[in-house]
């Protein structure tokens, strides 16, 4: 049964810091893993997509990469900022399987 | 245009009541699914939907029951309420990709309910 963690539970850094974000799996037989952002009260926003055969993906000050065989992928954002502040959650989909198993979050906060 | 939608947004009711949730998504895809989000924030799956054909069913009691009229629909019935049931309740959509992949998920604002 695939379990999804990420770690850390929890971060606050200032302003312009970059940062990383963690989240590994334990079944590396997997279509593809996304990483979304869920602001208080609100749904969740995709953010990046990786199938299966990418080693990484950007968008903006968002780079997310997955190391398919260690069961691995990092979030990095560059220069954050306040409005970085949310949760983001790891998700990965197995194979033969369509529904994500989700990791608990990194609950972000990016002091002004 | 909202992509995915849910109705109710909030929903406060009574232990053992009949309730139901409603979700519909104008994205033209082909797989929809309901999500449980717990008081700690942990997002699991309850069922999926492909072209109105129940793909995934986990370990949901029986008094939950979803239903799909077509593609862009996907309800949620959930019988004789119980205070565990008070969560947040996502609806999300997709299509099947090539070579059989499920893309990005789509979700919807989501659905608090709150059993008393």
């Known amino acids: 049964k695939q379990e999804v963690t990420q770690i850390p539970a929890a971060l606050s850094v200032p302003e312009g810091e970059n940062l990383v974000l963690n989240c590994s799996f334990t079944d590396s037989a997997i279509y593809n893993l996304q990483w979304f952002r869920q602001d208080p009260g609100k749904g969740l926003t995709s953010l990046l997509l990786i199938q299966s055969s990418q080693r990484e993906q950007t968008s903006g000050r968002l780079n997310a990469s997955l190391d398919k065989s260690s069961g691995r992928s990092t979030l990095y954002i560059a220069a954050s900022q306040p409005g970085d502040s949310a949760t983001y959650l790891c998700a990965v989909m197995d194979t033969g399987r369509r529904a994500l198993t989700f990791g608990s979050g990194t609950r972000l906060q990016v002091q002004p | 245009d909202t992509a995915v939608s849910q109705t109710p947004k909030y929903l406060v009711t009574q232990m053992g009541n009949d309730k139901s949730i409603k979700c519909e998504q104008n994205l033209g895809h082909d797989t929809m699914y309901w999500y449980k989000q717990d008081s700690k924030k942990f997002l699991k799956i309850m069922f999926s939907?492909?072209?109105?054909?129940?793909?995934i069913n986990e370990t949901v009691p029986n008094r939950f029951s979803p239903k799909s009229p077509d593609k862009a629909h996907l309800n949620l019935h959930i019988n004789s309420l119980e205070l565990g049931d008070s969560a947040v309740y996502f609806c999300?959509?997709?299509?099947?990709?090539?070579?059989?992949?499920?893309?990005?998920?789509?979700f919807g604002p989501g659905t608090r309910l709150l059993v008393l």
């Open positions: 999300a959509s997709s299509q099947l990709g090539l070579a059989g992949l499920q893309e990005t998920q789509y």
């Open positions: 939907y492909n072209n109105k054909e129940l793909i």
